[in-house]
Nanobody
């Protein structure tokens, strides 16, 4: 199993930017796809973005497309989520997760080895 630790969350004003990082410990990501999900209080966990092992395939939720960018550095065993033009509705706990396969998916059912999450709050 891979231990995943998210970082980079915090409080920002609407229109601001944050970069989240997801670092692996214990083992490397290997050839697995990686994904980002988020969950607001009282809401179900929703898909945000996913990336294939070679970074050639990227998926985004419609709500974040054009504002968020997912990337990865396999040599550093790290996945990133650059978030620009943040909105109050982006407020949530953000989780990274390792996919069970090399291909990315937009459903949490395909993922394993979840991180503990990092809080992102967007407000004035």
């Amino acid at each position: 199993q891979v231990q995943l630790v998210e970082s980079g969350g915090g409080w920002v004003q609407p229109g601001g930017s944050l970069r989240l990082s997801c670092a692996a410990s214990g083992r490397t990501f290997g050839s697995a796809a990686m994904g980002w999900f988020r969950q607001a209080p009282g809401q179900e966990r929703e898909f945000v973005a996913a990336i294939s092992w070679g970074s050639t395939i990227r998926y985004y939720a419609d709500s974040v497309k054009g504002r968020f960018t997912i990337s990865r550095d396999n040599a550093k065993n790290t996945v990133y989520l650059q978030m620009n033009s943040l909105k109050p509705e982006d407020t949530a706990v953000y989780y990274c997760a390792k996919d069970q396969s090399r291909s990315p998916h937009d459903s949490s059912l395909f993922y394993e080895d979840w991180g503990q999450g990092t809080q992102v709050t967007v407000s004035s």
